[in-house]
């Protein structure tokens, strides 16, 4: 892919911008990821530029942190609500025909793509180094438009600290908005955004509560008690990569629903009292699978799970889990040990994902939770000049569920409802990805109102065609890559 020309722009932040006044934006532990998120966004068609910045500009004048600079002050970390324009590289490009397909310019459909074919659309000519520095030097946002006959790319570099995933897509889906019309509606925009960023106690200001999280909570999070330089990190996840195969899964809607159902059939006496979703039994069946290929369950599950709005408290919701929060408002979340007798039931794994689901939605547990998670990770940012990391891929015996089905990046369609496309990267050892699917060829997603599921994973060498074999003998109408 060679750029026949170039163009480089700076988009000013719009008038009104939201938090007026406000000149910094204080950011708790849980919120110091400082790594940029990749995704490309590609329609079929070719963007309207004007029409791009304008819509930029009023985007992120409702979203100001993304205009921001991070700064660190010793052991204390801030957005600069600074209004710096956000750079827009612009590469027209003439493909080789041979390349040209309906899947370019990947060679597939699947929503995780390899690094080494997603890099040439990001801008790392503004973002790309692996962290954002706390010197208030570079950009928490940008973009790079390539654009070719018919169809655009729309690469976006996000820095963690401005939210998680869900913060990402809700933004992404405004400026898709107001691309479409620029003088959209509140009712066509994702909810008004939150900026709350809540403190959390310390886990060693709790007075008589300090010893119960100490005893009930730490042992339950050695992925963030445990932290690493860059160099050792990135040979931790090297290492799994070594000795794993990538497999590519697109599930249909028919397929999920089944699964569902076989789920809610297998043991009908003991599922009444855990109500599981279609989701539960999706990574439950994936999970059962594993532990047939490798010959041994797991003894941990780790689900990655966005608690915005969730509480058995309605009163709480306001504080830290609003609905439109913009942050990291997120959590790792480790299960009880798994036991031996559900780890080859799908129903059974389901409950037990389920349980722990709603366990970690208590806010009561929740809040006690995010206590020793947002002191780890603040101490682990503030380690040297540099800081400290977490590893997040599972360790021996532990799988990881990381999902985004609820939230379809299509919705993000810059005028192209149906057609667009969305893609990512990175994958790493029994770490499950599960997206809600792109388009098919006729523009749906599904064929019974259940959106297609695609799934990521690493897998071991060792039983990676098992795994692969295993799942297209049980669902033959499966994809596979």
Known sequence: MAADSTARFL??????????????????????????????????????????????????????????????????WKIDLTDSPIPVLVSWIIPNPSELSES????????????????????????GKVLVPGDATDPLLGFKLTIWENGTAIGISWCHTCGDAYSMWEFTRCLSAYYVDLDAPESALPPAPS??????????????????????????????????DLTPLWQKYGAQDAATNQVQLRLSGES??????????????????????????????????????????????????????????????????????????????????????SAYSVSALARF???????????????????????????SANAGSEGRF????????????NSNYRTDWNDAHFGFPGRARFFTSWSTMNYFRIFCANPRTDGSTSSNGISDANVCVNIHKDYVEKFVTTIARDYPDTLVE
């Open 11 to 76: 988009v000013p932040v719009g008038e009104p911008r939201a938090l007026p006044g406000e000149i910094a934006m204080k950011l708790p532990g849980q919120d110091l990821f400082r790594n940029y998120v990749y995704n490309i966004h590609v329609i079929p068609g070719e963007i309207d530029l004007e029409r791009f910045k304008a819509a930029l500009s009023k985007a992120v004048a409702r979203y100001p942190h993304t205009a921001g600079r991070l700064r660190r002050e010793g052991d204390d």
């Open 104 to 127: 370019y310019p990947f060679p597939n459909e699947f929503n995780i793509q390899p690094g080494n074919l997603t890099q040439p659309f990001f801008n790392s000519e503004d973002c």
């Open 195 to 228: 900026f709350y960023r809540h403190f959390f106690r310390s886990p060693f200001s709790r007075g008589p509560e300090a010893s119960d999280l100490t005893e009930n909570f730490l042992p339950r999070m050695p992925h963030l008690a445990k932290d690493y």
């Open 256 to 341: 999920l629903q089944k699964m569902f159902n076989d789920a809610k059939e297998e043991d009908p006496s003991t599922n009444g009292g855990v109500k599981i979703t279609l989701h539960d039994a999706l990574s439950a069946y994936l999970i059962k699978v594993l532990h047939q290929c490798q010959g041994k369950p797991m003894h941990t599950v780790l689900l990655i799970l966005n608690y915005r709005g969730s509480s058995s408290d309605s009163s709480t919701i306001a504080t830290f889990n609003a609905p439109s929060a913009q942050g990291n408002v997120i959590m790792v979340m480790y299960s009880d040990p798994l036991p031996p007798s």
């Open 353 to 379: 994902i389920r349980t722990t689901v709603n366990q970690a939605r208590d806010h009561k547990f929740l809040e006690k939770w995010m206590s020793w998670a947002s002191y780890l990770l603040g101490k």
């Open 390 to 401: 977490q590893f997040f891929g599972p360790e021996e015996g532990e799988v990881s569920i």
